[in-house]
Nanobody, 124 residues
């Protein structure tokens, strides 16, 4: 079974940093895309970033460019999202998901399996 386990969230002050992790299992790690999304209650889930495993291409939403960095450790089957210079508006439940076709993009509809979220709360 495909499983995705997100972790690393927490409470930080504005300007702080966190590293979110997404441990994946149950599928081959060369041909897929892992994406990060976030959601605030009452709002639609928002794509944040993604990384294509077979070639390392990355994509970022404009709102996080220059502050967030996505990377992967193939040996550990884990994708990381380094989030720096956090702002109160980054507060959300962060999810990771897998696109089994290996597309480069953060469209919600392209992703096939989702992990549970990890909460990021940024205080002002």
């Amino acid at each position: 079974d495909v499983q995705l386990q997100a972790s690393g969230g927490g409470l930080v002050q504005a300007g702080g940093s966190l590293r979110l992790s997404c441990a994946a299992s149950g599928f081959t790690f060369e041909d897929y895309t892992i994406g990060w999304f976030r959601q605030v209650p009452g709002k639609e889930r928002e794509g944040v970033s993604c990384i294509v495993y077979n070639d390392g291409r990355t994509y970022y939403a404009d709102s996080v460019k220059g502050r967030f960095t996505v990377s992967s450790d193939n040996a550990k089957n884990t994708v990381y999202l380094q989030v720096n210079n956090l702002k109160p508006e980054d507060t959300a439940l962060y999810y990771c998901a897998v696109d089994l076709l290996g597309n480069l993009g953060i469209s919600f509809y392209d992703y096939d399996y989702w992990g549970q979220g990890t909460q990021v709360t940024v205080s002002s």
